[in-house]
């Protein structure tokens, strides 16, 4: 449920294009034109669900996840972009002798394309894929910075506009996900022994509805999210998360944007509401946005 976010050279840029944005939203970059964003993130949780026991951990007690990412769009054409992300992310527990980690997590690249218009409605699809850039420990959950897979995503996009500048926007997405090689001979899968260090991680889908307001360089926005693994099994009582655990989340947040001219701010809030082996994170996120042409 995180999901967080660079650049170089100014330009004269008209009012339309002046907008940051994301593979799930219905923004985009004119041709030549790009866009960076530097990101900090901070997610956390004391308590978490067990399967679907809800409890804390003394041996944890608050854990932390700091996040600072670089990401770029750029337009290929008026209706087609692409989008480059590159997180830097560090774990800390503030109880017990659990180690943090830190280190480069996952490089993401995403192509997103208006598809249809049909009066106020528009349809997007966007394709992405990532892969790890560095080789960090995956299977020491919660500490983990990533789970190490390499993943492809399909997501389809709906928007349409109302009256007064306001807009209503639902979004979904599947993502197929690789397999993973932790430094261990075998492994239990739900009540199964496997005897193998190579990993079946869980394939993955997320919904979101978004509401909101958008105008030049004003963006308020509510929304709601879940993400569920498919497949995959539990926590087991008093022992770790593991990559083949069956992650679900549902969250709700904000987000807003403000961007005059080249330079902009953003921010987004958000928190779970409810889930099942995942934690109940409060989610904070600002960023620093940038337009440039492209010569």
């Known amino acids: 449920m995180k999901h967080t976010l660079l650049c170089v050279f100014i330009s004269i840029l008209s009012m339309n294009t002046i907008m940051a944005q994301m593979p799930h939203d219905q923004i985009y970059m004119n041709k030549n034109i790009a866009c960076g964003a530097l990101m900090y993130g901070n997610s956390s949780w004391t308590n978490y669900w067990e399967n679907s026991l809800k409890r804390d951990n003394p041996n944890i007690g608050k854990l932390s996840t700091e996040s600072l990412s670089a990401m770029i769009a750029y337009g290929i054409t008026k209706k087609v972009n692409a989008l480059v992300m590159v997180p830097y992310v560090k774990t800390q527990a503030s109880q017990g002798n659990l180690m943090g980690q830190q280190g480069f997590q996952d490089v993401s690249l995403w192509l997103k394309a208006q598809v249809f218009n049909y009066k106020q409605l528009h349809g997007h699809a966007t394709l992405g894929i990532s892969t790890p850039m560095s080789n960090y420990v995956t299977e020491f959950m919660p500490m983990a910075i990533g789970i190490g897979a390499k993943t492809f995503s399909a997501r389809a996009i709906l928007h349409y506009n109302l009256p007064s500048n306001l807009f209503i926007s639902a979004t979904g997405s ?69 990559l083949t655990n069956d992650m679900t989340m549902t969250a709700v947040g904000a987000y807003a944007k403000y961007q005059p001219k080249s330079l902009g701010v953003s921010a987004k809030v958000s928190y779970v509401l409810d889930g099942q082996n995942a934690g109940q994170s409060t989610n904070v996120t600002v960023g620093l946005l940038y337009l440039f042409k492209v010569k």
Do not use: W
Request: aromatic share 12%; hydrophobic share 40%.
């Open 174 to 242: 599947y993502i197929v996900r690789s397999q993973v090689t932790v430094d261990r001979d075998s492994y239990l899968n739900g009540e199964k022994l496997v005897n193998s260090g190579s990993v079946a991680v869980p394939n993955a889908f997320d919904a979101m509805f978004r509401m909101g307001y958008i105008k030049k360089e004003n963006q308020l926005e509510v929304f709601a999210e879940h993400f569920s693994c498919v497949g995959g099994d539990n926590i087991r009582r008093n022992s770790m998360p593991f």
